[in-house]
């Protein structure tokens, strides 16, 4: 185990020498960048997946419902004074998009059966999404937002400095607005589960699809 302040890092050896670290980076966007930089310093993994819960922001997505992120963006950043786009970091790309491994992954994903699994954008704030106002300026700048959360593009920015690519799962456990934060502990658990259930099967697959490249190389 690695321990650097809040941020712990745990190794796991699978029965197939995969080396799977579990890492707990905290809440927010610092918090999130600290750790994946200590992450990507230390072990330079081949993937990250980050995974947590997050608010739904389009009418598509339900409580229970697990999204996960083909493209991430700063839901806080306003630089349009310098001519970048709402929610561009000054000299950072606009957005970032998942890998062509990570949509390679995605399609061979089964359905899964009591809830719905979708993918699109995603979008980070320091906020939890439960002042009304607040909520109606984001979906007003990025109304194909299905969710919201408060670490995954600051996460995606570490890594991709770092070239490494990043899957995004979160289990939606509110409805962005008002009655956010009650709604959140009503579900967190449940949002948690889903979100675990798709990570263990993109875990799986990565795992089977690494395997098949071994046995490539050797033929």
Same mark, same amino acid.
């Given at each position: 185990?690695?321990?650097?302040?809040?941020?712990?890092?745990?190794? =796991?050896?699978?029965?197939?020498?995969?080396?799977?670290?579990?890492?707990?980076?905290?809440?927010?966007?610092?918090?999130?960048? *600290?750790?994946?930089?200590?992450?990507?310093?230390?072990?330079?993994? @081949?993937?990250?997946?980050?995974?947590?819960?997050?608010?739904?922001?389009?009418?598509?997505?339900?409580?229970?419902?697990?999204?996960?992120?083909?493209?991430?963006?700063?839901?806080?950043?306003? *630089?349009?004074?310098?001519?970048?786009?709402?929610?561009?970091?000054?000299?950072?790309?606009?957005?970032?998009?998942?890998?062509?491994?990570?949509?390679?992954?995605?399609?061979?994903?089964?359905?899964?059966?009591?809830?719905?699994?979708?993918?699109?954008?995603?979008?980070?704030? @320091?906020? !939890?999404?439960?002042?009304?106002?607040?909520?109606?300026?984001?979906?007003?700048? !990025?109304?194909?937002?299905?969710?919201?959360?408060?670490?995954?593009?600051?996460?995606?920015?570490?890594?991709?400095? =770092?070239?490494?690519?990043?899957?995004?799962?979160?289990?939606?456990?509110?409805?962005?607005?008002?009655?956010?934060?009650?709604? !959140?502990?009503?579900?967190?658990?449940?949002?948690?589960?889903?979100?675990?259930?798709?990570?263990?099967?993109?875990?799986?697959?990565?795992?089977?699809?690494?395997?098949?490249?071994?046995?490539?190389?050797?033929?």
């Amino acid at each position: 185990m690695i321990q650097r302040g809040k941020a712990c890092i745990h190794s =796991y050896i699978s029965k197939d020498q995969v080396q799977l670290l579990l890492v707990e980076t905290g809440i927010g966007k610092v918090n999130a960048a *600290a750790t994946t930089s200590l992450l990507c310093e230390v072990f330079s993994p @081949d993937l990250i997946i980050n995974t947590g819960t997050a608010g739904a922001l389009s009418d598509k997505v339900a409580i229970g419902d697990v999204v996960i992120g083909r493209t991430l963006m700063f839901s806080d950043v306003d *630089a349009t004074g310098f001519a970048y786009a709402y929610g561009q970091v000054p000299q950072m790309p606009r957005q970032y998009t998942l890998s062509l491994e990570g949509c390679s992954l995605l399609q061979k994903l089964a359905s899964p059966s009591k809830y719905q699994r979708h993918e699109g954008l995603m979008v980070t704030s @320091d906020s !939890f999404m439960s002042d009304p106002k607040a909520v109606q300026q984001v979906r007003k700048q !990025f109304p194909t937002a299905l969710c919201s959360d408060m670490e995954s593009t600051a996460l995606a920015q570490v890594a991709a400095f =770092y070239e490494i690519p990043v899957i995004n799962i979160r289990g939606i456990s509110d409805i962005a607005g008002q009655h956010a934060a009650v709604v !959140f502990e009503e579900h967190l658990h449940l949002a948690a589960y889903h979100a675990f259930e798709q990570t263990q099967a993109v875990l799986t697959k990565f795992c089977e699809t690494s395997d098949e490249r071994r046995l490539n190389e050797r033929a």
